[in-house]
């Protein structure tokens, strides 16, 4: 009855502060783009709507200011709420054979119908207390971390994604701030036996599994969810214990969680870029129209105040998507510093080549100069620190890359590759005064996948014209390991399916269920594949090297080639 009552109450009152707190701001950046559209377009309408929220403001910020009067300045029912809920979560936790992991199996009925406000309520108090000067000190925060940790990854537990993301979001206000000040939080995560033992694995798997909410909204909801993991993932890794955590999961997970983390990464990395790349242009064509003040004075005042509003919606769309774009090839960049075996695995070294290979594309290639921008950093767009973190990448890989299968990686990207780029960007890198050490490296690395891209096109002339038995059905390229799908019993390539797999564990064909586990090796149509490579003279031809680099070296230009 306790917690019923305070989710009536307390709870709903947290609520209602927050969503009018929104509003003043939401009403407060409307204010400005209408003051703007005024500015440029005056009109009499415009004076209307202006004063209009203005009022609006006054009379939502005299609400605020009563809500903060009656629930912040009460200190004690804060902490006696923050006392009820605590006992609460240990009652809960006891439910489930108390504080202890891995959690059983089957989750206990008693647990399972419990009402769902319960642990949502208690996290919310904790945001909302986590941001109150003071409001924290002399709590016992141990059995909120423990439970926090126990079930932010435990879907069979708690099945709501954003109740456990919540949870994520809690730890994030507890989070020591990067600013060299001792915090009372520090020792949650770094002198916490669970939080060492689980934290990093459990946010890794959320990250993992956020990817489907369920929720209409789940393509965009899952960046928000995703940017406040990684800020705590960016915190723990400067924590020796949590980073020697994080590099033995990665060993042990190698072809598990870890590599579905790092496909979403580089997934969300690419769209994130792209996005905010594109509507650079789009904004930059609306600022060339907007500047030319005699062709925009006899433009009609309605698509006048439409185009402005536009403008101002896509400065914050970048402003947000490049903030996003840049946590995540950050994190790309200081893990794969320490952990490159995942990277070139055979499902994601060509994945991660292209995207680097893109990236590289857009910052140095012909049409870099259309993104240059009158403040780059109001929209959090930084492309020198942009390519020194990609170039550092292309460099960490290629230190961990002891069969040298990277370069044929990166000069088989038919779409972005191109070797002039290499010495492009080290000329930029030299201007800015990154480290000679680095450039060289990547310098090194260019001429290794120039080599490669001219070993390819020999070994692609010498195969001649290849049987379309042999050419993966999804990327038409000379199959390496070929594997039959039980449900559709096409043939494909094993590198390809599992790359798909990492996204999405359907038969590409037909949609029915399928993992990795589930393909079944086509060991005639592999013998079939090697005779052919013999039969073409390749091994006698091919200056000395075998069947499996001649296989290794085989282009996606094959399968442009047939797609033409």
């Not at 290629?398 to 191109?418: E, K, M, V």
């Not at 043939?491 to 797999?501: A, F, S, Y």
Request: net charge negative; proline share 4%; glycine share 4%.
């Amino acid at each position: 009855m306790t917690a019923r009552v305070l989710n009536l109450g307390l709870l709903k009152a947290f609520s209602d502060f927050k969503h009018l707190v929104q509003d003043i701001s939401r009403a407060e950046d409307t204010l400005a783009t209408l003051k703007a559209t005024q500015g440029q377009t005056p009109s009499s309408q415009l004076n209307l709507e202006i004063t209009r929220i203005e009022k609006e403001i006054e009379l939502s910020s005299q609400e605020k200011l009563c809500y903060e009067a009656q629930i912040l300045r009460d200190g004690d029912l804060i902490q006696h709420a923050l006392s009820f809920y605590r006992l609460m979560i240990v009652w809960l936790v006891d439910l489930v054979g108390g504080f202890k992991m891995p959690l059983p199996d089957t989750c206990p009925m008693e647990f399972a119908c419990m009402p769902e406000h319960f642990v949502e309520d208690a996290m919310e108090l904790l945001i909302f207390a986590s941001r109150i000067p003071k409001a924290l000190d002399g709590v016992l925060l141990d059995d909120f971390m423990n439970f926090i940790i126990m079930f932010m990854a435990s879907p069979k537990y708690i099945r709501n994604p954003y109740l456990r993301s919540k949870m994520v979001e809690v730890l994030n206000c507890w989070m020591p701030r990067r600013s060299g000040s001792s915090s009372a939080t520090a020792t949650l995560f770094e002198g916490h036996q669970m939080s060492l033992e689980y934290l990093v694995r459990n946010l890794l798997k959320l990250y993992v599994d956020i990817e489907f909410t369920g929720s209409h909204t789940q393509f965009y909801d899952k960046f928000n969810i995703r940017h406040n993991i990684a800020e705590l993932l960016e915190y723990l890794w400067q924590v020796p214990s949590h980073r020697n955590a994080w590099r033995q999961i990665a060993k042990e997970e190698e072809k598990g969680v870890y590599l579905n983390f790092l496909n979403f990464l580089i997934n969300d990395s690419i769209y994130l870029l792209d996005e905010s790349l594109n509507k650079i242009l789009e904004l930059k064509v609306i600022e060339a129209e907007m500047s030319n003040t005699a062709e925009w004075e006899r433009r009609p005042a309605q698509e006048r105040q439409e185009r402005t509003r536009l403008f101002h919606s896509q400065e914050n769309i970048i402003r947000i998507d490049m903030k996003l774009a840049n946590e995540d090839v950050s994190m790309l960049a200081f893990t794969s510093e320490q952990i490159v075996a995942p990277f070139l695995l055979p499902e994601m070294i060509e994945r991660v080549a292209s995207m680097l290979n893109y990236f590289l594309l857009q910052l140095v290639g012909p049409q870099r100069k259309s993104l240059t921008l009158k403040d780059p950093e109001k929209y959090e767009f930084r492309p020198k620190q942009l390519l020194k973190q990609i170039v550092c990448i292309y460099v960490h890989l290629a230190r961990g890359d002891t069969q040298n299968l990277f370069p044929a990686a990166i000069s088989s990207d038919g779409r972005s590759y191109n070797e002039q780029l290499f010495s492009a960007a080290a000329d930029v890198l030299w201007k800015i005064g990154e480290d000679g050490r680095i450039i060289q490296e990547f310098i090194e690395l260019g001429a290794k996948a120039k080599a490669a891209a001219s070993e390819a096109m020999d070994a692609e002339a010498a195969l001649g014209d290849i049987p379309d038995e042999f050419l993966d059905p999804i990327q038409y390229t000379l199959m390496k390991d070929p594997v039959i799908l039980p449900s559709s019993r096409i043939t494909v390539d094993r590198p390809v399916i599992q790359r798909h797999l990492l996204s999405d564990a359907t038969d590409p064909f037909n949609r029915s269920h399928l993992t990795a586990d589930m393909l079944i090796p086509n060991t005639e149509l592999k013998a079939k594949i090697e005779e052919f490579i013999k039969s073409q003279g390749l091994k006698r031809h091919g200056e000395g090297l075998n069947i499996q680099s001649i296989k290794d070296t085989i282009q996606t230009t094959n399968g442009d080639m047939l797609i033409d």
